[in-house]
C-alpha cells in the first residue's frame, strides 16, 4: 500500500540555525499538507498547496517557514530561523484530489527538537 | 468554519463496543464527517468518512442523523491496541483539515 514518508524521523538544532524537513507524498496525489504537533497538544494545520503554490496558510506559517516541491517527488518545508517554540512533530500529509470524499494521508512524522 | 465538539476522554475494557459521539453543529451542507486516529508519536490514521445515515468499513461503523449535527464512532470489541486519540473533523476552505483535542480512549485488559 502506498505511503506517505518523512525524512528524518528526528532532527535535532540549534535555535536560529535552519532546518529542512522532507517528505515524498504517494505519488498520484496532488495536495499537500504540513501540520504540525507540539508535545500533549492538538494537530495544527500549517499549509497547503497545490500546483506548485501555496494555496492556503495558516497564522503559524509566518515569513520563518517556507514549502517547495523541489521536483516531481519531494516536499519540502524550510524553517529559516528556529525558535524554541518549534520543537513539535511535523507532519506531511498528501490527497489524490479536491473532491469531498478524499481523505489525507499522513506520513509518520519528523520530531523537530530546537536546543 | 465549522468546529467540532467531542468528550476529552473515554474508557473501556477488551472485548466492549465503544461509541464516541461527536457535535458539529455548524457543519456545512457540503462537508463530511472524517474520523482519523492517532498513536502516540504517529501520524494521524484515516479511519472512516461519511456524509450521511451510517456508513461501515472493516474497522469502525459510523451513524450520522439526518440533521448532521452530530455523528458517533462506533468501535465493535476493542482491543487493546484501539489506545489512541481519535479526532472527528471537518474540512477547511481549502481541505485543510482542522482538529481538535480529541477523546482519548483507553481500554483496559
Known amino acids: ?115 | 468554519l465549522a468546529k467540532t465538539t467531542q468528550p476529552i476522554s473515554m474508557d473501556s475494557y477488551e472485548g466492549q463496543e465503544v461509541n464516541i459521539t461527536c457535535s458539529h453543529n455548524n457543519i456545512a451542507t457540503n462537508d463530511y464527517i472524517t474520523w482519523y486516529q492517532q498513536f502516540p508519536s504517529q501520524g494521524p490514521r484515516f479511519i472512516i468518512q461519511g456524509y450521511k445515515t451510517k456508513v461501515t468499513n472493516e474497522v469502525a461503523s459510523l451513524f450520522i442523523p439526518a440533521d448532521r449535527k452530530s455523528s458517533t464512532l462506533s468501535l465493535p470489541r476493542v482491543s487493546l491496541s484501539d489506545t489512541a486519540v481519535y479526532y472527528c473533523l471537518v474540512r477547511g476552505s481549502q481541505g485543510n483539515l482542522i482538529f481538535g483535542k480529541g477523546t482519548k480512549l483507553s481500554v483496559k485488559p
Open chain 1, 1 to 115: 500500500e502506498p505511503e506517505v514518508t518523512q525524512t528524518p524521523s528526528h532532527q535535532v538544532t540549534q535555535m536560529g540555525q535552519e532546518v529542512i524537513l522532507r517528505c515524498v507524498p504517494i505519488s498520484n496525489h496532488l495536495y499537500f499538507y504540513w501540520y504540525r504537533q507540539i508535545l500533549g497538544q492538538k494537530v495544527e494545520f500549517l499549509v497547503s498547496f497545490y500546483n506548485n503554490e501555496i494555496s492556503e496558510k495558516s497564522e503559524i506559517f509566518d515569513d520563518q517557514f517556507s514549502v517547495e516541491r523541489p521536483d516531481g517527488s519531494n516536499f519540502t518545508l524550510k524553517i529559516r530561523s528556529t525558535k524554541l517554540e518549534d520543537s513539535a512533530m511535523y507532519f506531511c500529509a498528501s490527497r489524490r484530489d479536491r473532491g469531498l470524499r478524499n481523505e489525507q494521508f499522513f506520513g509518520p512524522g519528523t520530531r523537530l527538537t530546537v536546543l
